[in-house]
Structure formats: structure tokens, C-alpha cells
């Protein structure tokens, strides 16, 4: 997970076409749990959890964030709106959320021999200048199914009353949105407090460690242009070991080739799953790939 200070283990390789080098590296998660040592027993799908060690309070925030802004004559940029204006919008929103407790979050994140349930999840509108919204779509499951349909409605309810209006600055314009939750604020829009939760804490054996990872092809068009960048992607890591499919969340990318390659990659990847106490769990982690080119004389 993006908030989870997992140790990483660096895997490179090299391609060396004629006149270039091409080096791609990725950052793949280790085995730091309290029980690392000597080698690491299976875990197994447990009908039901240990006991956990201990609870504790989580605060989880929204936050609203403008992703492009497309004005009446078609121009599209990126623009900044007001911050109080986003603000009272994320306010209306937030405030036709509801949760009931307890929510059923079967993934977990993880930090030093700690893991616990995790609510994080990612939503995307637009917003036309009536007030309407189209293309209204769950980016990224929060992992509680309750909370995922509390979100849309809150969305389609704050729409439904026009609570929207004043971030379009014309009839014509439109406005791409990105609402997200998480347990902690992200400076990167408006971000306000939408519940505190009480979540048990497990005792962490080991967490997810990859045991098999092909390396990243790097993209011919990406190696023709010169071009290298970063890709960090956070997804989940089945109690099979698998990844699973539709939890992929790309966190930062320079390059669209680059990072469809790291996709594509992490797709093949094997892991140990996450082990608490002996139950294999699914965890929410992060990869980090890094792509340069230099040209040889």
C-alpha cells in the first residue's frame, strides 16, 4: 500500500540494443515480518481469522480533486478551481455518505508485524455546467461493498440537488473530478475527515513477498524516443499469491507505454501471500518501476 514503509528489494536487468542501454528496475517487496528468519512456511485460507492482537481507531478522509477542465469552445487544460468552491462541494458529498458499522474490508495493510482492514478507494465524475454529472464510475473498490454504494449515491444525490453547479464556470464546460478516500489527507486537492472506524489489528507473520518476478519488458517505443521515467502501482495480492485482477491503481507515471509494460509485467508476478498467524489474507501493496535510457558513444 502506498502508506505501508515495506522494505524493498531492488531487481534490475539490463537490454543492450546497438547503440543505446536500456535499464528498467523494480522494486519489489521483502520479507521484514517479526518471524523473517530461515525459511518461510506456507500459509493457508482460514474459514475464519485468529484472534486479533489489539483494535485501533482510523480516521478515514475524502478528498476531491479537479483532473482537466474543458471550457465551452473546446480548449482543454487543467485548471484550478476555487479551493472554498471544491471544499463546500466535498462537504455536500460527504455529508450523504453514511457507514454502518462494522464494514466487511477483507483486505489489509500492513506495517512492521501490524496489519489491519483497510478502507481506500477511488471514484470519478464529470461534471457538465447544469449541474449534471456523467460517467460516474468506481475507479477502485474501497473493499466494503456497503461504502462503495454509500459513495455513488452521495455523488448522484449532491448532483440530483445541484450542490455541483458552482464548479462549472459556464453552461458548456465541463469539469473531469476524482474523489478519494484514504486514511490520510492528500494535499493534492480538498481533503476533509468522512468517518472514524474502529478496526482490529492482526498479528503479522510475514507480508506479501515476491517470489516470482519477470522483469518489465521496456517499451521499443519508449527506447526509439529516449524516453525513461518512474511507474508506481498499488494493487492487491490474493490469498492465492496472484494479484488481482481490477484493483490496479497507477499512483505516479511519466510514460504511457512505460507503464502499460509495468502492468503487463505485474500481471505474471508470484507472490507469498500475506501471513497472519498461519492464514494467508490478501494485502494491499505498492511496486515501483524505473525506466532510463542513456546512449553509448
Known amino acids: ?67 482537466e477542465y474543458i471550457t465551452s469552445d473546446g480548449w482543454k487544460r487543467r485548471r484550478e478551481l476555487a479551493r472554498d468552491n471544491l471544499a463546500l462541494v466535498l462537504e455536500d458529498i460527504a455529508a450523504r455518505v453514511t457507514v454502518h458499522p462494522p464494514l466487511a474490508t477483507p483486505v489489509f495493510a500492513t506495517a512492521g508485524n501490524r496489519a489491519m482492514p483497510v478502507v481506500d478507494g477511488e471514484f470519478a465524475f464529470t461534471l457538465h455546467g447544469d449541474g449534471s454529472i456523467t460517467q460516474l464510475r468506481m475507479l477502485a473498490t474501497t473493499y466494503a461493498p456497503q461504502l462503495d454504494t454509500s459513495v455513488v449515491r452521495a455523488i448522484e444525490g449532491a448532483a440530483a440537488a445541484h450542490s455541483l453547479v458552482a464548479l462549472a464556470g459556464g453552461a458548456r464546460d465541463t469539469v473531469a473530478l476524482r474523489l478519494t478516500l484514504a486514511p490520510s489527507p492528500d494535499s493534492s486537492g480538498v481533503s476533509r475527515p468522512l468517518f472514524a472506524i474502529q478496526l482490529p489489528v492482526y498479528h503479522l507473520r510475514y507480508p506479501a513477498e515476491a517470489v516470482d518476478h519477470p522483469p518489465p519488458a521496456f517499451p521499443m517505443v519508449a527506447w526509439r524516443n529516449g524516453v525513461g521515467g518512474r511507474v508506481r502501482v498499488q494493487f492487491v495480492v490474493g490469498s492465492d499469491g496472484r494479484p488481482v485482477a481490477g484493483t490496479y491503481r497507477l499512483l505516479d507515471t511519466d510514460y504511457r507505454e512505460i507503464a502499460l509494460a509495468a502492468l503487463n509485467a505485474l500481471s505474471k508476478w508470484r507472490f507469498a501471500p500475506a501471513d497472519l498467524d498461519g492464514c494467508a489474507v490478501p494485502q494491499v501493496t505498492t511496486e515501483e518501476f524505473t525506466y532510463s535510457v542513456r546512449w553509448m558513444n
Open 1 to 67: 500500500m502506498r502508506r505501508s514503509q515495506i522494505p524493498r528489494l531492488a531487481v534490475a536487468f539490463l537490454l543492450a540494443p546497438a547503440a543505446a542501454g536500456a535499464q528498467a528496475t523494480a522494486a519489489s517487496a521483502t520479507t521484514h515480518g517479526a518471524e523473517a528468519s530461515g525459511a518461510r512456511p506456507d500459509a493457508r485460507v482460514c474459514a475464519t481469522l485468529p484472534a486479533p492482537m489489539g483494535s485501533a481507531r482510523t480516521t478515514v478522509y475524502a478528498n476531491l480533486e479537479v483532473q
